[in-house]
C-alpha cells in the first residue's frame, strides 16, 4: 500500500467539531478541510458511525478522510449520538433518532461556508447502512453515497439472522456494542461533565441482544432501515461494495438489480474491510474509485463512471481450504447488468448420495435422512470474516461426518459460476421445528473440500419470514433453499459436492431438539449459476494500487492476539470454539491516549444435550492518559432450553481501581419457532 503524503490541496484538521442537533443534543465531529476552502466553497464527504472517532476508528479515519480533502473535498466523521464525545445515549440500531439526526447533520454540513451545498456519505458496516437508509430519506443535501459491507434488509441479510435461522454472530454483534456503549467521553473533549455522562451511558444504553431475540421474525423492527422495502425511495447514486468473505455480499447484486442506472456493485475476495484494506488480497485502489464517484456526482467531472459495468466481481480460482488466506489467485470479471443474459443456469439433480452432472434424473432413488451432531458447524469459520484471526470455514472433512452429502463424478471440464446456488428440497421431518444447513464444496482429486458458498433455512420459515408455522411431522414439504452469492471456478478433474445437515452451531444457533430429517432425491435439485469466461473481461482496466494518506502515530504497549481454538473434553464430552481477539494496548500519540481492548467468545454444547448449548463473551476495554483511567468489563452469556432463550449479562465500569456501576441482566425470551 502506498502512504501518500503530497496532495493537491493542503489539509487543515479540526478537532471537536460541534453539531446541534434540533432537540438540543451535539454532536461530536472531526473535520478535514482544503485550506482553500475558506475562500472556494468545496463538496462536503461524511462517516457517520458510532465507533469512537478519538481512540476507536482514529488510524483509519485519518487514512481516509485526509486523503479526501488533500483532493478538495471537506472531509467530516461524525459519532452517534451516545458514542465518542457525543451527547445522548446510544440505544439501538438505526432508531429514527439516528436516522433524523443523521438528516440534521447533512443539513448542517451544507450551510457552512466551506461547503458548496453538495454532500456525499461513505461508511463500511454500520455507515454503509445508515447511508442507504438516509438515502432512501431523500435529505435535498445528500447527492451521492458509498456503501461498503452493508444490507438493504436487516432481517434476512445482517448479523441476527439468516434464512430465520438465529446467528452466532447475534451474540458476538451485541457483545461488541455491548463493550463500546460502556466507554465514556474524552474529558479533554467535553471536560467535567464527561463522567455525568459515563453514567448516562451505562444506566441507558440498556442490553440490545434481549431486543434482538424479541423479534425473531420479519416485523416492523426489521423492516425499518431496510431499503429493500421500497427501493424506489432512493433516487442518488450508489457505489456498492463487499467481499466474498464478508457477510453481506448478498445485498451488492439485489442493489444493482434493483437501482439499475443509479447504483454500481464491486465484490472482490475480502473480509469485512474496505477494499483497499482488503484481506484476502488483492487490495485495490478504491480511495480512488471514490474519487471518481466523488468526482461525478458532486462536482460534475467526466470521470466514466457511467460508462463503468453494472457489476464487477472476483472470479475465484480453486484453492485448498484453509481458515485465512493472505491471498486468493482469481481474476476480475464483469457484468453489464444483473441478472446478466451471460448466467445461465443449470439442473443437477440428486441420486443416492451423487450429484447428476449430466441432467439426467436417476430412476426411483430411495429416501435418505440425517440426523446431525451438535459439533457439526464447530469448523465453519464466522458469519462474517474479519480477517482478524482464522475465521474462515476449515476442510469440511471435519464437518461431513455429521452431513448427507452428495457428491458428483469428477468434471471433464472446468466450470465458473456467478450468482446464488439454489436447492429445490423434497423433505420431511419428525419435529415440528427444524433447520437445514446447505454446503457446495469443491473437493479436489486428493480428497480436500473446500467451502464454496453455504445456506440456512429454518424450515418452519418454508413460506416467508413474517409469519412462520410449525412443520407436521411426517409431512412432505417443497422448499427452495438459496445459498450465499458467489463467483468460483472449479476446475477439471475436482468434484461438487453438496452436504445438508440439520445443525451448523455455532455459527447458527441449533433447533429446540433433536430432528431427523428425511430427504427425498428424486424430487430433489441443485442449480449452478453457470457462466461463461468472456473476451470483454480481459478488456477490463486494472484498478489502481492501494493508497491513503498517512495514519496518527500509535506505540505499541501490548502486542495484539488472534486465534480460535477448538477444544474436545471427552471425559465431559464438551467440545468448545474459543475465539480470542486481543487487539493488545496501544497508545495513540496525537492525544496521548492508551487503548487496551480485549475479547474472548466461547460456544460450547455437551453430546448431543440440545439444552447444552451456550454463548460466552467477555469484553474488556480500558482507557489512560496519565493519571485518568477509566475500564469496563462487560460479560453476556446466552443460553436455551426447548421454549426459551436465557440471557445472563454484566457491565462493570471502573475508575482507576474502584468500581464506580454495577448491573445485572436476566431475561428469558421465547423461543417463537427458532
Known amino acids: 500500500m502506498r502512504v501518500v503524503s503530497d496532495f ?32 472556494q466553497p468545496v463538496p462536503a464527504i461524511l462517516e457517520y458511525i458510532p465507533y469512537r472517532l478519538r481512540d476507536g476508528s482514529a488510524r483509519r479515519d485519518a487514512m481516509h478522510h485526509h486523503y479526501f480533502a488533500g483532493h478538495g473535498y471537506a472531509s467530516l466523521r461524525v459519532d452517534l449520538r451516545g458514542s465518542g464525545d457525543s451527547e445522548g445515549v446510544l440505544e439501538d440500531e438505526y432508531l429514527e433518532r439516528e436516522l433524523e439526526d443523521g438528516e440534521a447533520v447533512l443539513h448542517w454540513i451544507a450551510e457552512q461556508p466551506w461547503c458548496d451545498g453538495n454532500v456525499g456519505m461513505i461508511g463500511i458496516s454500520w455507515g454503509g447502512f445508515n447511508g442507504l437508509q438516509l438515502a432512501a430519506r431523500r435529505p435535498p443535501e445528500l447527492k451521492a453515497v458509498v456503501s461498503v459491507c452493508s444490507t438493504d434488509d436487516r432481517y434476512s441479510d445482517d448479523v441476527h ?47 440490545w441482544l434481549a431486543k434482538w431475540l424479541e423479534h425473531p421474525h420479519r416485523d416492523d423492527y426489521w423492516q425499518h432501515g431496510s431499503i429493500c422495502e421500497d427501493f424506489s425511495r432512493v433516487e442518488v447514486p450508489i457505489l456498492a461494495a463487499s467481499g466474498w468473505a464478508d457477510g453481506y455480499s448478498n445485498a451488492v447484486k439485489r442493489l444493482v438489480r434493483h437501482l439499475p442506472h443509479l447504483c454500481k456493485g464491486l465484490i472482490g475476495p475480502w473480509s469485512h474491510k474496505y477494499p483497499h484494506l482488503g484481506e484476502p488480497g488483492p487490495a485495490i485502489g478504491f480511495l480512488q474509485e471514490c474519487l471518481r464517484w466523488w468526482g461525478r456526482w458532486l462536482k460534475g467531472e467526466a470521470t466514466g463512471v457511467e460508462q463503468d459495468p453494472a457489476i464487477r466481481v472476483w472470479m475465484q ?103 446464488a446456488v439454489e436447492l429445490d428440497l423434497e423433505f420431511a421431518a419428525d419435529r415440528p421445528v427444524a433447520m437445514v444447513a446447505v454446503r457446495l464444496s469443491d473437493v479436489a482429486p486428493d480428497d480436500k473440500a473446500t467451502r464454496v458458498t453455504y445456506g440456512l433455512l429454518n424450515l418452519t420459515h418454508r413460506n416467508g419470514h413474517a409469519s412462520p408455522s410449525p412443520l407436521v411431522p411426517g409431512r412432505r414439504y417443497r422448499v427452495r433453499v438459496q445459498l450465499n452469492d458467489v463467483a468460483q471456478v472449479f ?59 498517512p495514519t496518527i502515530t500509535a506505540t505499541l504497549i501490548e502486542p495484539e492476539h488472534h486465534n480460535w481454538y477448538v477444544h474436545r ?87 482507576g481501581e474502584q468500581r464506580v456501576f454495577s448491573h445485572t441482566w436476566d431475561y428469558t425470551v421465547p423461543r417463537r419457532l427458532v
Open 317 to 419: 480460482d480453486s484453492m485448498p481450504p484453509t481458515t485465512s488466506y493472505g491471498h486468493r489467485p482469481g481474476r476480475w470479471v464483469a457484468e453489464p447488468s444483473w441478472p446478466s443474459p451471460n448466467v445461465v443456469e443449470r439442473g443437477l439433480p440428486l441420486a443416492e448420495g451423487r450429484l447428476c452432472l449430466d441432467g439426467q434424473r436417476e430412476p426411483a432413488a430411495r429416501p435418505m435422512s440425517v440426523q446431525s451432531p451438535l459439533t457439526c458447524g464447530l469448523f465453519a469459520g464466522k458469519w462474517c470474516s474479519y480477517a482478524a484471526g482464522p475465521d474462515l470455514a476449515h476442510d469440511q472433512r471435519e464437518e461431513d461426518g455429521g452431513a448427507l452429502t452428495f457428491d458428483s463424478l469428477p468434471l471433464e471440464e472446468t466450470i465458473e459460476i456467478m450468482g
Open 8 to 39: 493537491p490541496h493542503r489539509v487543515e484538521r479540526r478537532d471537536s467539531v460541534w453539531i446541534p442537533m434540533p432537540d438540543g443534543v451535539r454532536l461530536n465531529g472531526r473535520l478535514w478541510l482544503p485550506e482553500s476552502a475558506r475562500e
Open 569 to 655: 473434553d471427552l471425559a465431559e464430552d464438551v467440545s468448545t470454539l474459543e475465539v480470542v481477539n486481543d487487539n493488545g494496548t496501544v497508545r495513540l500519540e496525537d492525544s496521548n491516549l492508551e487503548v487496551t481492548t480485549r475479547a474472548i467468545e466461547r460456544y460450547s454444547s455437551r453430546d448431543d444435550d440440545f439444552d447444552s448449548i451456550r454463548g460466552e463473551t467477555y469484553w474488556e476495554r480500558k482507557l489512560r492518559r496519565g493519571d485518568w483511567q477509566v475500564s469496563t468489563v462487560t460479560r453476556t452469556v446466552q443460553r436455551s432450553d426447548r421454549d426459551n432463550f436465557l440471557v445472563h449479562a454484566t457491565l462493570d465500569a471502573y475508575e
Open 161 to 207: 439472522y439468516m434464512g430465520g435461522c438465529l446467528l452466532g454472530d447475534n451474540l458476538s454483534w451485541a457483545s461488541t456494542m455491548f463493550a463500546y456503549n460502556s466507554l465514556p467521553p474524552d474529558p479533554q473533549i467535553v471536560g467535567q461533565q464527561w463522567r455525568r455522562m459515563w453514567h448516562q451511558r451505562l444506566e441507558g444504553s440498556g442490553l
Open 491 to 549: 476446475p477439471r478433474g475436482h468434484r461438487l459436492r453438496l452436504s445438508l445437515s440439520t445443525s451448523y452451531w455455532p455459527l447458527a444457533w441449533p433447533p429446540p431438539e433433536h430432528v431427523r430429517l428425511s430427504i427425498y432425491p428424486n424430487d430433489c435439485t441443485l442449480y449452478l449459476p453457470l457462466r461463461q469466461p468472456r473476451e470483454a473481461d480481459e478488456q477490463l482496466t486494472p484498478f489502481d494500487e492501494p493508497e491513503v494518506a
